[in-house]
């Protein structure tokens, strides 16, 4: 796993891009990032549901989520990009959704409480973290017991070629993170196998050079 991007130059690409953000991500990944956000949000959220888009972004699973919730249900959206956050405002705007909150914050220390969200949603906003592990449990934390964490994240290929081939192209890329946008392949089962957690579905999508890791995960205690 490549070391991650420092905190400045993170949050200087995310300014740079976050208005572009939803194209450059949807067009590199050739459409496979909304397959896994459909997914997650498939699979977790329900009417009424109180859900965290943990690292959220531009907002686009979280207007998933809020029109699944509906208006009995609310979506806290928490991003550490003031420009991210203000394009998924704008979006949410132009929508009409009104159960969106919008939240600065940091996915290492999430400003809840124990057991608080019915639904927690990460989607590819691990894949940038130096500990992508700490961060996922920080996830665990605030979700209720017995309630669903939806995860998306980068992963490596199966196939051995295709693997060898990924990381010399990651590496060439990671040499410009507007090109990257801090993302790479990361792991978060690791950490997820040291606590009761379920994995309910374990599953990778999209093109085989670059697929994506969805996690479906019930919190039991």
């Known amino acids: ?24 991500h949807r067009t590199v990944t050739i459409g496979s990032d909304q397959k896994g956000r459909e997914m997650i949000v498939e699979k977790t959220v329900k009417p009424g549901d109180i859900v965290l888009d943990a690292g959220g972004g531009t907002g686009t699973s979280a207007l998933m989520a809020a029109h699944v919730v ?20 704008k979006k949410a705007k132009e929508a009409s959704f009104d159960n969106i909150e ?3 914050g940091d996915m290492y220390e999430l400003p809840f409480e124990d057991n608080h969200f019915d639904v927690v ?17 920080e996830m665990l934390r605030v979700l209720k017991p017995g309630a669903l964490l939806g995860i998306a994240h980068s992963t490596v290929p199966d196939n051995k070629l295709m693997k060898w081939i990924a990381r ?18 990361v792991e978060v089962l690791p950490a997820l196998k040291k606590t009761t957690a379920t994995i309910r579905l374990n599953k990778k999508i999209g093109f085989p050079l ?12």
């Open 70 to 89: 509906g208006n009995n249900g609310k979506v806290v959206l928490l991003d550490l990009s003031t420009y991210m956050l203000d394009v998924a405002k």
């Open 168 to 185: 010399k192209v990651e590496r060439l890329i990671w040499l410009f993170p507007a090109l990257s946008l801090g993302c790479r392949a």
């Open 1 to 24: 796993m490549l070391k991650a991007l420092d905190h400045h130059t993170l949050l200087k690409t995310y300014r740079k891009k976050a208005k572009h953000y939803d194209f450059y």
């Open 102 to 104: 919008f939240i600065e």
């Open 121 to 137: 949603l990460s989607s590819y906003s691990t894949c940038p973290l130096q500990d992508p592990g700490k961060a996922t449990l």
């Open 210 to 221: 670059w697929p994506f890791r969805i996690l479906i995960v019930q919190k039991l205690k």
